[in-house]
Nanobody, 123 residues
Framework: QVQLVESGGGLVQAGGSLRLSCAAS????????MAWFRRAPGKEREFVADINRIGSFTSYASSVKGRFTISRDNAKNTVFLLMNSLKPEDTAVYYC????????????????WGQGTQVTVSS
C-alpha cells in the first residue's frame, strides 16, 4: 500500500511558476513509476507527465511539453512537477499517481492516487 500526498498548489498569474510535490509513504517508492494527471473544471482527468522508476525516462502531454518538468528524488520518496509559463488553461486539480508497471498515459494503469492539489492560473 502506498499513500500519496500532493502539495504546492495555489493561485498564480499567467506566466508564473509553481512546483508541485507528491510525497509517498512506504519503503518501495523506487519500485513505482510515477505520473501527474489533472482534471480541469467540467473535463475528464488527463495525463500530464510521467517518469520511470529511476528517473531516466520522462514523457509529457503535448499541451505542457517544454513548460513542465517532472522529476523524482527516490531518497526522499518524492516526485515533483515544475510548472513554468503557466496559462489559464492549466487551471485544474493536479493528482499524482503510482504504478507497479511501466508508466503510461492511461489512467487505469495506475494503482495509487493522491487526493489532488488545486492550481489556479489567473489571466
Amino acid at each position: 500500500q502506498v499513500q500519496l500526498v500532493e502539495s504546492g498548489g495555489g493561485l498564480v498569474q499567467a506566466g508564473g511558476s509553481l512546483r508541485l510535490s507528491c510525497a509517498a509513504s512506504g519503503r518501495t517508492f523506487s519500485s513505482y513509476g510515477m505520473a501527474w494527471f489533472r482534471r480541469a473544471p467540467g473535463k475528464e482527468r488527463e495525463f500530464v507527465a510521467d517518469i520511470n522508476r529511476i528517473g531516466s525516462f520522462t514523457s509529457y502531454a503535448s499541451s505542457v511539453k517544454g513548460r513542465f518538468t517532472i522529476s523524482r528524488d527516490n531518497a526522499k520518496n518524492t516526485v515533483f512537477l515544475l510548472m513554468n509559463s503557466l496559462k489559464p488553461e492549466d487551471t485544474a486539480v493536479y493528482y499524482c499517481a503510482a504504478s507497479w508497471g511501466d508508466t503510461t498515459m492511461v489512467e487505469s494503469d495506475y494503482d495509487y492516487w493522491g487526493q489532488g492539489t488545486q492550481v489556479t492560473v489567473s489571466s
